[in-house]
């Protein structure tokens, strides 16, 4: 495991960063609407949705922040430390923050305990509004961090999305992006394929479903991949997946997730982990990069949680 694992591993966290930066200005648009005023989003844009300087992060690199330092401070996956880091930053007033999120925080916030309020909130939220993809866009330091355990990897995956996103697809998206993230980092080849030799057996319908289109993908079969990216769980797993897995360059794999309009955030964020994953940091643009404020201290978390 030389560099090459520590360029994967920065790849992942400033990956998530661009995405999600790069997607915030057109947040909630649909494609046509973004394609028409800015033609291909391959600039960090000013104002936009939540009108913001160039190059700000959102919810998604925040959220994901909290578990690398929590990580990086305890050498280890401490659920109440991550828990209170998530709701210190609501209490900091952000710009952007997901519902269940708010919701399942602020029953924290109350003095519920970590592992009851995500699960008492699912029970109180209605299908349709219960499986966001507020979990999956945050889990990516654990990949790195768990790279070599894929077992406590795909554990730990579930009980940190369960803070928040208790729903069984939740659980299971962030621990089959993981393990995919884990095999990227550590140059398995078949890196989704082997996870669904492994654990498919084990994910809900609707998770196994929509990953079979991206495995037909890189077999090189025709597909549609067009469905609305509305926040669901299952679609961003989709989109980050699809266009982090087959897009010839990271900055392609970023930029089309964005292109396809809604959540453009996090699937930009959920596609640059995985593209900074099997690309490396290098590989992103540098005009990107230097855009993000956070882009020091990504790194060295990135170093960090390699070395821990
Ligand atoms: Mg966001």
């Not at 453009?264 to 490396?280: L, Q, Y």
Request: hydrophobic residues 40%; charged residues 25%.
């Amino acid at each position: 495991m030389g560099s090459d694992c520590h360029s994967r591993a920065r790849g992942i966290l400033l990956g998530l960063a661009c995405g999600d930066a790069l997607g915030r200005p057109v947040e909630f648009q649909g494609p046509e609407r973004i394609e028409r005023t800015h033609g291909r989003v391959t600039e960090m844009l000013a104002h936009g949705t939540h009108g913001q300087p160039a190059g700000t992060i959102t919810d998604d690199t925040e959220m994901a922040l909290c578990i690398a330092r929590s990580l990086a401070e305890y050498d280890t996956f401490e659920p109440e430390d991550v828990a209170a880091r998530f709701v210190d930053w609501k209490q900091s007033g952000p710009f952007d923050i997901g519902i269940m999120t708010s919701s399942a925080l602020q029953r924290i916030q109350n003095g519920e305990s970590w592992d009851e309020a995500g699960q008492r909130e699912w029970e109180a939220s209605m299908e349709g509004s219960n499986a966001g993809n507020g979990s999956l866009m945050r889990c990516a330091p654990y990949a790195i961090a768990y790279r070599n355990d894929p077992a406590e990897l795909v554990e730990i995956s579930r009980q940190s999305s369960a803070i928040t996103h208790a729903d069984l697809r939740c659980q299971w998206s962030c621990a089959l992006f993981n393990r995919t993230l884990a095999n990227l980092m550590t140059d398995v080849e078949r890196p989704l394929e082997t996870v669904l030799d492994d654990i498919g057996s084990k994910l809900p319908d609707d998770v196994r479903n929509v990953v079979e289109p991206v495995t037909a993908a890189r077999r090189g079969e025709p597909v549609d991949i067009s469905l609305e990216n509305s926040g669901y769980v299952v679609t961003t797993l989709q989109t980050g997946l699809y266009h982090g897995l087959t897009a010839e360059t990271a900055e392609d794999a970023i930029v089309d997730a964005v292109m396809m309009g809604g959540d453009t955030d996090t699937i930009g964020a959920v596609t640059g982990a995985v593209a900074g994953a099997r690309f490396g940091a290098g590989a992103l643009p540098e005009r990107w990069r230097t855009a993000i404020d956070e882009a020091d201290e990504l790194r060295r978390l990135a170093t960090d949680l390699i070395e821990r």
